[in-house]
């Protein structure tokens, strides 16, 4: 059993930066890559970042490289997302993922989701 649990969100004007927080926990869990999903109203959920269990490799969406950055801690098993120059378009509620691939695919842990409002 994995257990994941995110932190972070809040409204923030555009421009701002926020950061969100997961931690995972379970067997194994080190070896795991973590990822961010995001969900706006009306829109199919989009993978936005994923990062590898040791931190070598990562994948961005387009539409925010060079924006946000995924990171592990030092203990392995928490995720963060780093959210800079946010967007309108940023708005949605968005989900900690475990377990799967660097392409989005077969994520199995999923947190609680967590809203992050960018207001014009």
């Known amino acids: 059993q994995v257990n994941v649990v995110q932190s972070g969100g809040a409204l923030v004007q555009a421009g701002g930066s926020l950061r969100l927080s997961c931690a995972a926990s379970?067997?194994?869990?080190?070896?795991?890559?973590m990822a961010w999903f995001r969900q706006a109203p009306g829109k199919e959920r989009e993978f936005t970042a994923a990062?590898?269990?040791?931190?070598?490799?990562?994948y961005y969406l387009d539409s925010v490289k060079g924006r946000f950055t995924i990171s592990r801690g030092n203990v392995k098993n928490t995720v963060y997302l780093q959210m800079n120059s946010l967007k309108p378009e940023d708005t949605a509620v968005y989900y900690c993922?475990?377990?799967?691939?660097?392409?989005?695919?077969?994520?199995?842990?999923w947190g609680q989701g967590t809203q992050v409002t960018v207001s014009s």
């Open positions: 990062i590898n269990w040791n931190g070598a490799s990562t």
């Open positions: 993922a475990v377990g799967g691939s660097l392409d989005g695919l077969g994520y199995r842990y």
């Open positions: 379970g067997r194994t869990i080190i070896t795991y890559t």
